[in-house]
């Protein structure tokens, strides 16, 4: 614990009497935050750990059946197949508030072709394990997106939980300690001043009486 440099007057003693009311009540609530934010983002966590492995599951499906089409397929007829899609995907980028924390929130949209029309081939030269992959990879998408806003904002809610987790250190390790060292001192030093100003004043009290008592 390290006293602040500050007079030991009565009214600075009153200024850091405040400054450790709000000291306190600070670090109680930075506490309550960095607790919840915990909560938050262990649910998150979890509920990211089951949405990967469900998509890592379905991203090995789709791996296995473009493979398998392109082992069956001519390269080039691959290629050709998948050159022009027939649906575009507009993605869209908001965000929501958790504890103080914007965390992304992302949305698509589809244009062009029509519902179950995915393909953007014919049938003639193309292979079902070709259609499986397509279709599977289509029906993965909004998996994909919860995916990316899981992790996103995990990653933005450990930054807030070690942010807050540093303020909590420094008030509840550094500043409230101070301060409570400095009030400490302050009123120490006031109680010796006024036990010397009461010496003092017993000093001049007698001598006045003797005073008194010489010419009467």
Do not use: C
């Not at 009311?21 to 930075?30: C, E, I, M, Q, Y």
């Not at 924390?101 to 995915?118: M, Y």
């Amino acid at each position: 614990m390290a006293r602040l440099n500050v007079n030991p007057t009565r009214m600075v003693l009153t200024g850091l009497k405040k400054r450790l009311k709000t000291a306190r009540r600070g670090h109680k609530l930075l506490k309550d935050k960095r607790d919840e934010l915990m909560k938050k983002f262990l649910d998150i966590v979890r509920e990211n750990k089951r949405l990967r492995e469900e998509v890592e599951e379905q991203l090995m499906v789709v791996h296995s059946r473009f493979v398998m089409a392109r082992a069956v397929m001519n390269s080039e007829l691959v290629e050709e197949a998948l050159m022009f899609p027939k649906m575009e995907v507009s993605l869209t980028a908001s965000t929501r508030n958790i504890m103080s924390v914007d965390v992304p929130v992302l949305e698509f949209t589809t244009e062009g072709g029509t519902e179950g029309d995915i393909y953007p081939y014919g049938f003639a030269n193309t292979t079902g394990e070709l259609d499986e992959a397509i279709a599977t990879l289509s029906d993965l998408t909004p998996e994909l997106l919860k995916l990316a806003e899981m992790e996103k904002s995990a990653q933005l809610l450990a930054d807030e939980i070690e942010k807050t987790r540093r303020r909590v250190n420094a008030l509840e390790y550094v500043l409230i300690p101070n301060l409570e060292e400095t009030i400490k001192y302050i009123v120490m030093k006031l109680d010796e001043n006024e036990r010397s100003n009461l010496t003092r004043l017993m000093k001049v009290k007698d001598m006045v009486l003797k005073d008194a008592h010489k010419y009467s």
